[in-house]
């Protein structure tokens, strides 16, 4: 299931540290382990990363979706980047 936000990630080269960083995870192992399903992904995070990646959620975590959004972030999370 999370195996397509590794790869997106791993597409757009962004490393787990600057996610973990991010998303207010104290090491990229915490990252890891929620990237890998090991751990949740809050609601709050997975829209942090939608936002971050313009991306629906269900496109970041499943293998079918139907639609990209396309958002612009806010200036939390652009100051967060």
Do not use: Q
Not at 29 to 53: H, I, P
Request: aromatic share 10%.
């Amino acid at each position: 299931m999370f195996n397509k936000l590794r790869d997106i990630r791993k597409e757009k080269k962004i490393s787990a540290v600057k996610l973990a960083n991010m998303l207010g995870l104290e090491t990229k192992t915490a990252y890891y382990k929620k990237e890998n399903g090991t751990v949740k992904f809050s609601l709050e995070k997975a829209r942090t990363l939608s936002l971050y990646f313009k991306k629906s959620i269900e496109c970041l975590f499943y293998e079918e979706c139907n639609s990209e959004i396309d958002t612009k972030r806010d200036d939390a999370l652009e100051e967060a980047i």
